[in-house]
């Protein structure tokens, strides 16, 4: 009996790992497609300052719509991009795209509104130096409307990151930490990396009323005064959220309580309201 157990458990999980596997090369080969035939788009949503409630800037979030599949999860096939190299011509379509929309958006009177974007680590090799230059320079985006967030897990080589990640800070660029709070080296990263913001990750917000999160929240935004850096709590769902967030001097927030990430259209909608 345990013995046919255990054969059932062995296949059951060489099934899931092949399922698995066939999944990744399926998101592989479709997304060499994606970029051609247009298969992505931009999301935008918007980051608020606490204090007076009003936008000062977006991210953008990528969309995948492949014709058969439907929509897949930025989740689930950045890390197979990361995995298969696709990520540098996808990040650099995200970031040709996200500067170009923003810019149009201050052309229309929009004004002053930054835009971030996420950046894997993988993305750090010295030609996207080049690349963000090239970049701003087509789509005539000033550097200081740009912000680029990046994790620090996978992060291998933290003297190359270094020496990128200061080469665009001299462009004017800002850099954040996403997902501030999860990475085993945040701190060890905030000394060595030329930083200008931080984002709290939304896990932390989420249960903020807790006595032990509320403590954490509350140094990671001590932190950030201390460093003078900016900080934004992501993952903000309700208005008592805000009010902490806001009580503790948290600079921003970001979070379905103000907007969902939404098509350009609508961002344009949610500024004038
Ligand atoms: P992230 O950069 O930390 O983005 C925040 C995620 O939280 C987004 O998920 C957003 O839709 C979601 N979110 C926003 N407000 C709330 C809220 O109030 N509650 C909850 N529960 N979630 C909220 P999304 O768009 O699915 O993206 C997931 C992750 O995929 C991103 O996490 C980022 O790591 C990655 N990603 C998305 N777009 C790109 C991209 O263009 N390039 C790269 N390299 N990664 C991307
Ligand atoms: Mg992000
Ligand atoms: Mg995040
Ligand atoms: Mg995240």
Same mark, same amino acid.
């Given at each position: ?37 247009? !298969?992505?788009?931009?999301?935008? !949503? ?10 000062? *800037? ?27 190299? !696709? ?6 379509? &995200? ?33 996207? &130096? $080049? ?30 990151? $270094?020496?990128?990640?200061?080469s665009l800070h001299d462009l004017g660029i800002g850099i954040v930490i996403d997902d501030f709070g999860t990475g085993y080296s945040s701190l060890y990263l905030l000394k060595e990396l030329p930083i200008d913001k931080l984002k709290i990750d939304k896990h932390f917000i989420k249960g903020v009323e807790d006595k032990t999160s509320l403590a954490i929240v509350k140094t990671m935004v001590d932190i ?16 008592? !959220? ?12 970001? *979070? ?18």
């Open positions: 009996q345990a013995k046919r157990l255990g054969k059932n458990r062995y296949y059951f999980f060489d099934e899931v790992l092949h399922r698995r596997i066939m999944r990744k090369l399926t998101l592989e080969m479709k997304l060499e497609k994606a970029i051609v035939e247009d !298969q992505f788009t931009l999301v935008y !949503q918007p980051i608020v300052r606490l204090a007076s409630d009003t936008p000062v *800037g977006v991210e953008a979030l990528v969309r995948w719509d492949h014709p058969t599949m439907g929509d897949v999860s930025p989740t689930e096939f950045i890390p197979v991009a990361e995995e298969t190299g !696709q990520i540098h011509k996808i990040g650099e379509w &995200v970031l040709r795209k996200a500067c170009l929309e923003i810019k149009q958006l201050h052309e229309a009177g929009y004004h002053d509104l930054t835009v971030a974007v996420n950046v894997s680590p993988k993305q750090l090799e010295r030609r996207f &130096v $080049k690349t963000v230059e090239n970049v701003l320079e087509e789509t005539g985006l000033p550097p200081q409307y740009l912000e680029l967030e990046i994790i620090e897990s996978l992060m291998q080589n933290i003297d190359t990151s $270094k020496m990128i990640l200061q950030g005064a201390n460093l003078h850096l900016k900080v934004v709590a992501e993952g903000i769902e309700a208005e008592w !959220q805000r009010n902490i967030l806001h009580r503790l001097y948290c600079d921003y927030g970001q *979070g379905y309580y103000y907007s969902e990430p939404v098509s350009l259209k609508d961002l344009k909608k949610y500024i004038r309201s």
